[in-house]
């Protein structure tokens, strides 16, 4: 499996503000890689880190095999970036900022830039200035994806994209990936990675904390488990099964966290009998907030 | 719950404290914003009064010189008064500050009056940070009055420096009978640079409701450097004088309070107009739609000059529009001062005194000729101008990183390295199209009294070498140190050697101190007459500055 970005020990400290510390990181060719994190967790200073905007403070960084500080050219000649936030000429329109950049780097297929402009439903004899958040959103997609580049690196890419134009912005994230690229995401928006990658990472002050596949990662969190008994509620036989907690009684209803495998919870439930059985499997937002520790509604 | 409480406890009661905390208020927000360059407007201002007053003290230190300088003011043909103030009691320290400069510290304060009250909303709406103030529970007329009142009190404190320092220099600085500057002399002067200033801000505050922050700016600009102007020929060029009146210089010309004359009824129209300019500026923003402007239509640039192909045509593109109208400025007032070089010379055969004078400091030239007259009147605004401009060009090009737009040009293939050299490229090309618009206007000038275009029209290229010189310091700052940076410190060193023009001769200063400017080493450029050691200066710093800058911006983090 090639490496198309590779970290080691990657570290940007600002002075006494916190950068990113010691992260290592692998994301393989043709797979599409989540990097979750709360805002300020370093996720955009990774990745401007990657693009040689910052220059590490220590260890390193290469993609296609090129470390990133020596040179970055060569790089930059096969991404596609879309920044968290960006500002582009205000007084060109969207089709001229389109062009000026398919300029830059050369080589850009007239036919796919205005499939790109027409999935998108963007006017691009329109200035940019006079663009809505969103519309200028979709300027910076089709910069970013308008060359086919062999690696995306897209920071919050459906910030303010309306869903429909988010559907199509997937559809071309899935045709990316199926074409063998590699796509890095960057996101706080769970539901979209979720959608999009096959693996991701978590990064908390500055730190990673988890790397795993999404369904490995799901599999992590807990499930909330909810029998419904004809009879009275056998709470001691269940609260000493493995990886259950949190277990709490209300007449005929059992609730209860399960961590990990939920195999012995089934086993012990077909010994009685049931009204009901409901485990709701946790979406990845429940799961990236288990943790960092705090359940939904907690403010941060 | 605790910003509610904490906003109706300072409402409850209000406290000076509680209303200029900027965390509390429009009005201390805006007093914290303006904190600076309040206090280096100030700052300015009062040692410009102060040296410039010890400067006239010291160079004319007794009756017989002071006498003679009198004859010599009172003998110059309006046309050489230029844009200084009517030449009443000259031989008086004041009344000679007023002469020479006395129209050009409103100018300072006008500047930034007009860039600050241009920006107070504009700039919020662009930003987006209007919608969250105007959101909050606080009427629009409370937060642009507010906003109003915290550009009155900065102007107050500039005006508070310019009283001290009028009235400090009167008592200091004065070496003969008559040199005294009374407290009232002191405090017009100060009312007077305060309401010219309120005057040309707050008709670029009315406009920037209406067109946008841009045009507000350019129009009142473009009338108080246009009233200056006009009011300072109207002597010379008969023509201009119907339309010198229509603007505050001309209504305060007779206002002369450091010569000791005074017109004060000449400052209630000024007044009037302030708080006229005020309340359509209030009373717009109080019923338009935030953040919209109507569009002034101007012609778009050709798809070939918007520069598309690469980093430097873009830059080209993006500051061409600023270029062209450096160069229109200062063509246009080339084209005044050459046009009426013919008037000069007719009114200086008249006068051989003058004439004698002008061969003696400008000894072995053909001063009477119009390369001459542009060398004399021109040339040093001239600088100052191109100075400014480079300064903007500058700010063109360092603001793709300051705005985040490198953010995205750097993810393409494009170098850190070429980024620079394209910018320094693209900044020279747009000195040398200020620099031909503004040699156009020159040579329209001069052919139009027949003169001979040559001397001139390669001259203005002097001016070219200033900017480019300039252009590469700043190019320099920006790639080592901040982008942010660049366009202020260029515009601080174009002033520093303003300063250093001014003051060096004044003082009798070591001929050493005005060597460091660069402005001294051009020769005497609309004569002909070329000092290769400035050119070779300015080649130096200019591509020098920008290898600096390559050096520099290879080396640090991007800033988003």
């Known amino acids: 499996m090639t490496a198309i970005i590779q970290t080691e020990k990657l570290t940007k400290s600002y002075g006494e503000h916190r950068g990113i510390i010691d992260i290592d990181l692998q994301v393989n060719e043709g797979e599409a890689f989540g990097f979750l994190g709360p805002n300020g967790a370093g996720k955009t200073t990774t990745i401007r880190t990657l693009l040689d905007h910052l220059r590490p403070t220590s260890g390193r960084a290469t993609i296609f095999g090129i470390e990133t500080t020596v040179d970055p050219v060569a790089i930059h000649r096969r991404i596609g970036y879309l920044p968290g936030e960006f500002a582009l000429y205000d007084k060109l329109t969207g089709g001229q900022t389109i062009d000026y950049f398919a300029n830059l780097r050369g080589g850009v297929d007239a036919a796919y830039q205005a499939d790109l402009i027409r999935r998108l439903d963007i006017d691009p004899s329109r200035k940019f200035k006079e663009y809505s958040k969103g519309n200028k959103q979709k300027v910076g997609l089709i910069v970013a994806l308008q060359h086919r580049p062999d690696l995306l690196i897209l920071d919050e890419p459906t910030s303010g994209l309306d869903p429909l134009v988010q559907q199509t912005f997937f559809e071309v994230i899935r045709e990316a990936k199926a074409e063998g690229r590699t796509v890095f995401l960057s996101s706080h928006i769970l539901g979209e990675v979720e959608k999009t990658c096959d693996r991701v990472a978590i990064i908390r002050d500055g730190l990673l904390v988890k790397v795993d596949r999404v369904e490995a990662l799901r599999d992590l969190a807990h499930h909330q488990v909810e029998l419904r008994f004809s009879g009275e509620v056998p709470v001691a036989a269940f609260s000493g099964l493995p990886g259950v907690s949190d277990v709490t009684a209300d007449e005929h209803v059992l609730r209860l966290r399960v961590s990990g495998s939920i195999t012995p919870v089934v086993r012990e439930a077909a010994r009685y009998e049931l009204l009901d059985f409901v485990s709701r499997e946790p979406s990845l937002e429940e799961t990236f907030l288990a943790e960092y520790g705090r359940t939904a509604g907690q403010p941060a | ?560």
């Open chain 2, 1 to 560: 719950m605790a910003t509610s409480l904490r906003l109706r406890r300072s409402r409850s009661a209000p406290n000076v404290r509680g209303v200029v905390h900027y965390a509390r208020s429009v009005i201390g927000k805006t007093l914290r914003d303006s904190r600076r360059t309040t206090i280096i407007v100030s700052a300015l201002l009062f040692l410009l009064l102060i040296s410039v007053t010890a400067a006239v003290a010291n160079e004319f230190d007794t009756p017989t010189k002071r006498k003679s300088l009198a004859d010599l003011v009172a003998g110059l043909p309006p046309i050489l008064q230029g844009l200084a103030g009517k030449p009443i009691n000259v031989e008086t320290m004041g009344g000679y500050v007023q002469y020479k400069y006395g129209t050009f510290f409103p100018i300072v304060l006008s500047l930034w009056s007009i860039l600050a009250l241009s920006s107070t909303l504009a700039s919020e709406a662009k930003r987006g940070s209007l919608e969250f103030v105007a959101a909050a529970p606080i009427s629009r007329r409370r937060i642009v009055l507010e906003k109003l009142s915290g550009h009155i009190v900065v102007i107050t404190i500039a005006s508070v420096a310019v009283f001290l320092s009028t009235a400090i220099a009167g008592a200091v600085n004065g070496k003969l009978p008559g040199d005294e500057i009374s407290v009232t002399a002191a405090f017009a002067y100060a009312l007077q640079l305060g309401l010219m200033a309120l005057a040309a801000g707050g008709l670029a505050f009315a406009l920037s409701q209406f067109l946008g922050r841009g045009p507000g700016v350019a129009i009142a600009g473009a009338v108080m450097f246009g009233g200056w102007i006009l009011n300072g020929y109207q002597g010379a060029v008969p023509v201009l004088a119907p339309f010198a009146n229509l603007t505050w210089f001309g209504w305060t010309s007779n206002h002369l309070p450091l010569a000791g004359v005074y017109d004060w009824p000449s400052l209630i129209p000024v007044a009037l107009a302030v708080v006229l300019l005020f309340v359509i500026g209030v009373e717009a923003f109080v019923r338009r739609d935030i953040g919209t402007t109507s569009a002034v239509p101007t012609p778009s640039l050709p798809r070939f000059l918007v520069g598309l192909g690469g980093p430097a045509a873009r830059s080209f593109g993006n500051g061409l529009p600023t270029a062209l109208a450096w160069g229109l400025g200062l063509g246009i007032y080339g084209l005044v001062i050459a046009a009426s070089a013919t008037a000069f010379t007719d009114l200086i055969q008249t006068s051989p005194d003058v004439a004698r004078m002008l061969q003696q400091v400008f000894p072995g030239t053909d001063i009477l000729s119009v390369g001459g007259f542009l060398q004399l009147l021109f040339f040093q605004f001239g600088l100052i101008l191109a100075g400014l401009a480079a300064a903007t060009l500058v700010g063109s090009w360092s603001g793709h990183e300051t705005s985040g737009r490198l953010e995205m040009l750097l993810a393409t293939p494009l170098a850190r390295a070429r980024w620079v050299m394209s910018g320094g490229v693209a900044i020279a090309g747009l000195i040398v199209v200020f620099v031909v618009v503004a040699a156009i206007g020159i040579a329209i000038g001069t052919a139009m009294i027949g003169g001979d275009l040559g001397g001139p029209v390669v001259g203005t290229f002097a001016l070219g070498a200033f900017a480019a010189a300039f252009a590469g310091i700043g190019v320099a700052i920006a790639g080592v140190s901040r982008s942010s940076w660049a366009a202020p410190a260029v515009a601080l060193l174009t002033i520093g050697t303003w300063f250093v023009d001014t003051i060096v001769p004044a003082f009798k200063l070591p001929d050493l101190v005005h060597q460091l400017a660069l402005s001294a080493h051009y020769g005497l450029p609309m004569l002909g007459q070329w000092d290769v050691a400035g050119l070779v200066a300015s080649g130096v710093l200019a591509v020098g500055g920008v290898a600096v800058g390559v050096w520099g911006f290879g080396r640090r983090d991007l800033r988003s």
